[in-house]
């Protein structure tokens, strides 16, 4: 098939999938195709970068890109907008988030001993975009299914495309390593550790959403829809395969075993069992990994080798160059002038700009403080998670397993940078004000009023079916 062809075919595909989605929400916002657009672009190529700019020298890591600028600064400002005509209280949303507040608070404070301010300055104000976004998802009237709606569009959008320009345009789809020629698929990334962070969460929703309705497959829409979703979890599987990311691959193994655990009836009703267990997993990774030094017996075990593909090399180069070990070098600094051209020239292991570790690349940026303050983040998150379970909430499982499995992405690449990785665990993981919560039951009951409910008939589902509150998924009893 010639590849305008087989563009012009994926383009007619998309098209008929977004317009005859069996699993389209009907009631679903406009401006939920904000934090998609925005979102695919992480999860893909700056703006830029598909019109031929960019680039990874130093000069343009550090300058940016006028266009970028522009399309996130539009996206800024509708999302603005959007806060704004939905009254979101942004004062008790960061009260909630207490960690994360502390983390970005300190994140912008780090300009002022930055060796670079005003691109710390740029990247922060660029991430708080991102934040804007996301806070478009958690205001939505229906929350639980915003979050479905912007994760099933990106992987709509980007996972087929990412197939299409692997076979078609092998020039975009895939790239060759500057030092050993060995060529590798991207797909509509920037390089295949990306392309398996795509895969990998679009897998483990589609592995969610499958399990979740798999008891009413005998409706005629539910088979529709587990049929898209069994297309989408073979195709996430396919590009995990061909991208050859082994931390994305023993993430996605990961994360299914902890969505099966928690949406088990057993293992649901000792609740005390499942919170524990969970983060045990990753506390006895790291007690073997580093205080046994079985690191390179664990890499080994999944087919990788006992340097984690020059992982332990990296690791060891970054911590000879003796950063600030208090407060790093400030937000998204260290890659940036001397110090990059210091490793390109002297570490012997490419061209790379990232730390392949996320606790590390926290300790370099913000050091031990930063580090405190996102194990912070991570221990909010997962109260957030557990108290999901009492009452039991849809979006629990795929909660569960974006936590666990960005702790163990983290441990081989930077899963706290501001990306596709880190905007689906927030959306996952944040706590809604109760200001939110309260809207989101008065969109319940004016739904279940306009099927044609009076108000009594209502009340008194509302005591027969305890079920109602399931449409609460950020329901928080703190």
């Known amino acids: 098939m010639p590849p305008f062809v087989a563009l012009i075919l994926w383009l007619v595909c998309l098209i008929l999938l977004f317009r005859f989605d069996p699993a389209r929400e009907p009631r679903s916002s406009l401006a939920l195709w904000i934090p998609v657009i925005w979102m695919s672009l992480l999860g893909s190529k700056n703006p830029s970068a598909w019109f031929g700019g960019g680039g990874s020298t130093v000069q343009s890591l550090e300058e940016g890109s006028p266009l970028d600028r522009v399309i996130y600064l539009l996206l800024m400002g509708l999302a603005i907008w959007v806060l704004q005509s939905r009254s979101f209280k942004l004062g008790p ?39 804007l976004v996301i806070l478009v998802v958690l205001s939505d009237p229906r929350p639980r299914e915003a979050v479905g709606v912007v994760i099933r569009r990106i992987s709509y959008l980007l996972i087929p495309l990412s197939i299409m320009l692997d076979k078609y345009f092998p020039g975009i789809g895939r790239s060759f390593d500057p030092w050993t020629g060995i060529g590798f698929y991207q797909g509509v990334t920037t390089g295949k550790n990306l392309l398996g962070s795509l895969a990998l969460i679009s897998g483990l929703y589609f592995v969610c959403d499958t399990i979740a309705r798999w008891p009413e497959r005998k409706q005629k829409r539910i088979k529709r829809i587990l049929f898209v979703n069994g297309a989408f979890v073979a195709m996430s599987v396919s590009l995990l395969q061909e991208a050859k990311s082994t931390t994305s691959q023993v993430c996605f193994g990961i994360g299914c075993m902890v969505i099966a655990a928690v949406q088990s009836k057993k293992l649901r009703r000792r609740s005390m069992l499942l919170k524990t267990m969970i983060p045990a997993m990753f506390c006895l990774y790291v007690v073997l990994a580093f205080m046994f030094n079985q690191l390179g017996s664990m890499a080994q075990a999944v087919g990788k080798d006992p340097s984690l593909t020059d992982r332990t090399k990296i690791w060891s180069f970054l911590l000879s160059m003796h950063t600030n070990p208090i407060i ?151």
Not at 106 to 114: D, G, Q, R, V
């Open 93 to 131: 949303f960061l009260m909630r988030n207490a960690a994360l507040t502390v983390f970005v608070s300190f994140a912008l404070l780090s300009a002022s001993w930055s060796d670079f301010p005003l691109t710390c300055l740029k990247r922060w104000f660029r991430d708080m975009g991102g934040y």
């Open 328 to 478: 790093g070098t400030g937000y998204q600094s260290f890659w940036l002038g001397p110090r990059l051209e210091m490793f390109w020239s002297e570490a012997g292991l490419g061209h790379i700009n990232e730390a392949h570790n996320g606790f590390l690349e926290i300790y370099l940026e913000l050091g031990l403080i930063g580090v405190i303050i996102i194990v912070m983040v991570l221990i909010g998150g997962y109260r957030n998670i557990c108290r999901r379970l009492s009452p039991f909430s849809s979006i629990a499982p795929l909660s569960f397993a974006i936590w666990i499995t960005l702790l163990f992405y983290s441990m081989a690449e930077a899963g706290f940078e501001f990306g596709l990785f880190w905007c689906v665990f927030l959306m996952t993981n944040l706590a809604v004000p109760r200001f939110e919560e309260r809207r989101v039951r008065n969109a319940t009951i004016a739904g279940h009023l306009d099927r044609g409910k009076s108000l009594g008939e209502f009340s008194g589902a509302v005591m027969m079916d305890r079920n109602l509150q399931l449409d609460l998924p950020w329901r928080d009893r703190a």
